[in-house]
């Protein structure tokens, strides 16, 4: 079994569809393995972003991303980061087909509901940033 991290992210929270994003990936046959909701700050952003920290959009993803309380979960399953993906669609939600999270219920670039872990690398550093007593 492979495991994932996710963040609900701060739109997916202030439209109340957390529970709906969770049930998609309950029904694709992921197990919730962890999940908490936290507040984000500069610093935990700065590392997970690091690789546009620099660049000068960044402002506005930290502002966005700390907006509001996000909760991140880890999800395990057969091909987890893969199928987590397809079922998220494009980033931009505004290319996203409908039938996918973010085709559905996301609305652009940014407030596109989920981050997903896009490797199992990835995943890894990611599941120890934002669930380090695991």
């Known amino acids: 079994m492979q495991e994932t991290l996710i963040i609900l992210k701060p739109d997916c929270m202030e439209k109340r569809l957390a529970g709906e994003v969770i049930t998609r990936f ?17 610093p935990i952003l700065r590392e997970h ?3 546009v920290a620099d660049l000068p959009f960044f402002p506005e993803i930290e502002a966005f ?23 998220l669609g494009p980033t931009n939600s505004a290319e996203a087909p409908k039938g996918t999270i973010r085709g ?5 670039m940014r407030c596109n509901v989920v981050h997903a872990s896009d490797s199992p690398e990835t995943a890894a550093a990611e599941k120890a940033r934002f669930f380090p007593e695991l």
Do not use: W
């Open 65 to 87: 991303m700390s907006s509001r309380p996000v909760m991140p979960m880890i999800l395990s399953g057969e091909n987890v980061i893969a199928k987590v993906r397809e079922l």
């Open 49 to 51: 972003y690091a690789h």
């Open 104 to 108: 559905d219920l996301g609305t652009d």
């Open 26 to 42: 309950e029904k694709a046959g992921f197990e919730i393995v962890a999940a908490k909701v936290m507040q984000l700050d500069g």
